[in-house]
């Protein structure tokens, strides 16, 4: 199949496309390639999937009005998955008018893009944080998600909106993905394991919030890019038992999904970071620091749909995966 995947040379989206290329489909990845964290990582992790001759990348603006249209006009893109976007939560609080460039306007593009190529299926990503002042755990699809503590939240919250609209007056099937907590090679360097790796190796104290009483679906990347492959496989379908009288917010009478990615096992964050000192083989220095805005203290991820409808369950321990991303931290950046 011809895929377009945007946000190609991020996390998520290089290990998704990477996924898609090994399996033989073809593919476009679109990036803008923003300076929001190094740049450097993003031109490496495209180096890698340059080495497949199905793959053409394309540098260009979720937010551009007359080159997303015309990127969709001449790709004739079967499908497209959607992971391009401005993420985190604590730079939304400083700056939200980056959010509405690219997850609200740049969105948009992209559902018009489909619309109007007859795009078979677009699968999105959503996140975690929309569950916001929810504390029935695990968090589930089903439950109503109007109460975001967070302005990125709230944009991809707009997002699911957004996407059951088209669903509902064009037809185009839409599946949102709601990530929990991504870690693993090739990661964010915004991104707490990160952040705690290159601070215990540089001998500086590491910042831990909520005084280190989070616990963290924590979701290895490559659970995440599979799930992502499997729900872009099976088309979003409308729901039949749907009923307008007590609405289900995870399906609908349109063709529109909603599905959790999470590890289905909460982990303290202090035992993650137990982990990581110990395939690091040396202690951390902890600034113990109270709740930041915007954050939630827990995340639990009810997968049960996805298992049902994509027949995948994310699995990984943190044991396994933080073991893999010190080994890869460790090549890349040639650390002793």
């Known amino acids: 199949m011809k895929f377009l995947v945007t946000g190609a040379a991020g996390f998520i989206g290089f290990h998704t496309a990477k996924l898609l290329l090994e399996r033989g ?4 990845g679109l990036d803008n390639l923003n300076d929001y964290y190094d740049v450097t990582l993003k ?10 001759p199905k793959f053409r990348f394309e540098k260009l603006d979720l937010a551009d009005r007359a080159g997303i249209p015309a990127l969709f006009k001449s790709g004739q893109f079967q499908r497209v998955i959607h992971l391009a976007a ?3 939560v604590r730079y939304s609080i400083q700056n939200p008018l980056a959010y509405i460039d690219s997850n609200v306007v740049g969105f948009a593009n992209i559902l018009e893009g489909c619309r109007h190529t007859g795009v078979e299926h677009l699968v999105y990503a959503s996140t975690s944080s929309v569950y916001g002042a929810n504390t029935a755990m695990p ?3 089903h439950q109503n998600v109007d109460h975001p503590l967070s302005f990125y939240a709230a944009t991809k919250k707009a997002n699911e909106l957004m996407a059951h609209t088209y669903a509902h007056l064009y037809k185009l099937p839409v599946t949102g993905l709601r990530f929990f907590t991504v870690y693993g090679p090739w990661g964010r360097p915004d991104m707490a394991l990160f952040l705690f790796t290159r601070n215990i190796l540089a001998g500086k104290p590491i910042d831990v919030f909520n005084y280190g009483n989070h616990r963290r679906d924590f979701t290895y990347i490559d659970d995440i890019a599979q799930g992502v492959v499997r729900a872009a496989d099976r088309v979003a379908t409308p729901n039949e038992g ?4 007590d609405p289900d917010p995870g399906t ?8 959790n990615i999470g590890n289905n096992q909460p982990v303290e964050l202090m035992r993650y970071i137990e982990v990581l000192e110990q395939y690091l083989g ?3 220095e902890k600034n113990l ?4 805005a915007g954050d939630v203290p827990d995340t639990f991820a009810d997968v049960d749909d996805l298992v049902r409808d994509v027949g995948y369950k994310p699995a990984t321990p943190v044991e396994v995966g933080v073991k893999n991303f010190v080994t890869w931290y460790l090549s890349y950046y040639k650390t002793a």
């Open 289 to 292: 620091l109270p709740l930041q």
């Open 25 to 28: 489909d073809e593919v476009v």
């Open 43 to 52: 031109y490496a992790r495209l180096k890698q999937l340059e080495a497949f």
């Open 242 to 245: 749907w009923d307008s009288n």
């Open 139 to 141: 968090f589930s699809v």
């Open 86 to 88: 401005q993420a985190g």
């Open 282 to 284: 040396k202690k951390a």
């Open 252 to 259: 609908s009478g349109a063709p529109y999904r909603l599905y």
